[in-house]
């Protein structure tokens, strides 16, 4: 049995595939645990998390805050308007605040690239990225792969097509790091000037025609696009978008049948995707929000020192 | 019209001294040679028959006796900012790493767009100042790059050269007159080479380590965009222009191809640029953060290559320091800049002479004397009787470990900390006045 010797999750970059295999190995027990009617279980009992979202999100912090709660930890949300760094506080002097309040897990979300790390290398609790800048996003890539690996039973030699605001996209850049560890081939989909042709040193292949593409996807994974990049003229309108890159229905039956249509949400419908195929059977969109649930409770355990071996066991004390 | 002549202070007394028996390098008067340098009363002078009797002698078998090594390229923050260093510790740090010339640059608070600021710098360096301090002026009011500071007055106060650094006037035509309006002071004009459009919030080299982790992109094209702008105004305004730290090979290539041609313009190379790669910023460590950022190996080989073909005259270090306070935040939110005084003859000598052999021992001299003398038209760099006495003490294999903690420097936010260099300044002279030594 591998071992979890890690303090933090800060990237998926920094881990190997046998700690990703274990988180997600994690995730499908407490789902599995779930599904037979154990939802809340008593291994961070006593322990305080602290959701410090300095960048809003809601359904991140949700996601988290139910996984801790299921884990019975107790929980505190930061937001950046109720804290002091709008005070001008330093995120350092904030964060070393809140581990006096002996916090043993900061949950982040910020706006800068590198501040999970930050913290990480300043704070003796667990640092667990949920999010920052345009660098990581690594719980939301292993709910994808969870998903991925659930409905196909394999994520090795599956060819995976993201689509969209790569460049941009703290999303992307963890999918692709989880994708390629655990032996998949993927494909980047999207304009020049949001997919450039650096991101072909990562091990990736990067294409301009969607539809050629298609055919051989076992999943196609489609990113937000975000309104506010328009003005910053990285393409002409959301239009030209939707005609070049959007998921259409027509476009969407090139997909061979058992092709799975993700997003991380939320969703623009009839930009990036069809209202119809964003609905269809395809679809996996709300399955990837129930197993961010699993996801997050597998990295609080695992990154609060827990032993995967005994999750299994039921939960006498309800 | 006569220049008016550039003021420095230092708060030093001159004094006599004769430094025998060493390798005497003075690259202005073609001199190499093992000798006797002779200073009177702060002046270089011929070694007479009966020393005066407060001459201190000193003993510089082994060594090598340079000119005094220029830094025009330096960050003091006063006045305003002297959290992060004063005149009296910078040029401290600046004796300790071998130089006994600095010029400092204008981005204070206030910024010193008038005389009355340059001045208040020149009266400051007159009471701290354990080097020569010369002063830089904006070119244009408040740094904002909108409309001209008073060139003229600033030439009169005594600035040395005027700059915007930190910033880069965006609009051409501004700059061109700058430029011509300086010529009649015969004022050279530093530029900090960045096109703002292209740039954008770029912090870290455009390239694969931008890509992998998500911070905002710094193309090398909007460094060499602006070179080459620069390249045309010289040339359109007869006037020289002076490419601060420049960081690429395109850079590179611009002010070889001008230089061809005649074109008055030079360029100048910071230690980090050659000495580290932009894979560095990969632990987000502020350390690391600096404007224009770390670039790839082919920049770095294409600086080493500039130097070595005389393209790149000019070696600085851009010192630019910064309180812990300031630089230990998120990475983008932190401030551009490294301390660099006490490291750059360190990693110059190092790199250029010792690994690459891009350049041989002289002409590193040169570079920290003549050729920074030569451009900013200063009577000193060299050893003639008449000069200035300036004089660094060379050790050129001398191993040494750089530590922060023993840094004279306020602030201590360098990536250099525990580097192994070779090559060290062993004592800094500045008229005849012994201000550091090892």
């Known amino acids: ?318 | 019209m006569n220049r008016p002549v550039s003021q420095c202070s230092l708060s030093t007394r001159p004094g006599n001294v004769l430094i025998r028996g060493g390798r005497v390098i003075d690259p202005a008067a073609g001199r190499d040679a093992i000798g006797d340098v002779f200073i009177q009363n702060g002046i270089f002078a011929a070694v007479p028959e009966n020393l005066p009797p407060d001459t201190e002698i000193i003993n510089a078998s082994g060594l090598v006796v340079c000119p005094g090594f220029i830094d025009m390229h330096v960050h003091l923050r006063e006045p305003g900012q002297s959290a992060k260093e004063t005149i009296d510790s910078g040029t401290t740090a600046a004796a300790a790493g071998g130089f006994t010339s600095v010029v400092a640059m204008p981005n204070t608070s206030p910024p010193a767009d008038s005389a009355s600021v340059v001045a208040w710098v020149l009266d400051r360096a007159a009471a701290k100042a354990k080097v020569n301090v010369f002063t830089s002026g904006a070119i244009s009011l408040g740094l904002k790059g909108e409309e001209l500071a008073p060139i003229g007055s600033l030439a009169k106060a005594g600035v040395a050269a005027l700059t915007d650094d930190g910033n880069c006037i965006q609009n051409h035509e501004l700059m061109r007159r700058a430029v011509e309006y300086a010529r009649m002071f015969s004022l050279p004009v530093f530029d900090h080479c960045q096109d703002y459009s292209l740039v954008g919030d770029g912090i870290v080299n455009e390239g694969y380590w931008s890509t992998v982790l998500g911070l905002p992109g710094w193309p090398a094209a909007g460094e060499e965009l602006v070179v080459l702008r620069n390249i045309l105004l010289a040339e359109l305004c007869e006037h020289h222009i002076h490419c601060q730290h420049l960081s690429c090979k395109g850079s590179v290539e611009r002010l070889r191809e001008a230089h061809r041609r005649g074109v008055p313009i030079s360029g100048e190379l910071c230690p980090h640029h050659i000495a580290l790669t932009d894979d560095s910023v990969s632990s987000f460590d502020t350390r690391f953060k600096m404007n224009p950022p770390l670039r790839t190996e082919a920049d770095v080989e294409a600086l080493i290559e500039g130097v070595a073909d005389g393209t790149i005259s000019i070696l600085a270090s851009d010192h630019a320091p910064h309180t812990r306070a300031e630089k230990e935040v998120e990475f983008d939110r932190a401030p551009f800049g490294i301390t660099g005084l006490e490291t750059e003859v360190g990693l110059f000598f190092k790199i250029l002479v010792h690994e690459r052999k891009a350049i041989s021992l002289p002409r590193f001299v040169a570079l920290f004397t003549s050729e920074p003398a030569r451009l900013l038209r200063l009577d000193r760099g060299t050893l003639i009787e008449g000069a200035p006495g300036d004089v660094t003490l060379f050790a050129p294999d001398l191993e040494w470990e750089f530590n922060r903690d023993a840094s004279l420097s306020l602030s201590k936010n360098t990536p250099f900390h525990r580097w192994q260099l070779k090559g060290r300044a062993v004592r800094t002279i500045v008229k005849g006045q012994t201000v550091w030594s090892l």
């Open chain 1, 1 to 318: 049995m591998p071992s979890w010797t890690r303090k933090d999750l800060l990237s998926i970059a920094e881990l190997d595939a046998q700690e990703i295999q274990l988180l997600l190995d994690t995730a499908a027990s407490f789902k599995q645990a779930g599904t037979r009617g154990v939802k809340k279980h008593d291994d961070l009992r006593g322990r305080t998390l602290v959701n410090l979202f300095v960048e809003p999100s809601t359904r991140t912090r949700i996601s988290f805050e139910l996984a801790a709660l299921r884990l019975s930890a107790d929980v505190i949300n930061i937001s950046a308007d109720s804290s002091s760094l709008t005070k001008g506080e330093t995120l350092k002097d904030t964060a070393k605040n809140i581990e006096a309040l002996e916090a043993d897990i900061i949950v982040l979300r910020h706006q800068s690239a590198g501040a999970p790390l930050f913290l990480a290398r300043r704070l003796s609790c667990s640092v667990i990225n949920a999010g920052d800048g345009a660098h990581a996003h690594p719980t939301q890539a292993l709910l994808d792969v969870f998903t991925i690996r659930e409905r196909l039973g394999r994520v090795a030699g599956l060819h995976v097509v993201i689509i969209g605001d790569i460049l941009f996209s703290r999303v992307a850049r963890s999918n692709i790091w989880t994708l390629l560890k655990l032996g998949a081939r993927v494909t980047l989909v999207g304009p020049s000037t949001l997919v450039p042709r650096s991101f072909e040193r990562m091990g990736v292949r990067v294409e301009r025609d969607l539809d050629s593409v298609l055919p051989t996807a076992n999943v196609v994974n489609l990113l937000r696009i975000q309104h506010e990049r328009q003005r910053r003229e990285y393409f002409p309108s959301l239009g030209e978008y939707t005609a070049l890159f959007g998921l259409t229905k027509q476009r969407a039956a090139r997909l061979p049948d058992d092709c799975l249509i993700m997003h991380p949400g939320p969703i623009n419908r009839g930009v990036e995707i069809d209202s119809e195929v964003a609905d269809s059977g395809r679809s996996v969109i709300l399955d990837q929000v129930t197993n961010g649930l699993a996801v997050r409770m597998a990295a609080l355990f695992l990154c609060a020192g827990c032993d995967p071996a005994r999750i299994e066991e039921p939960d006498f004390d309800r």
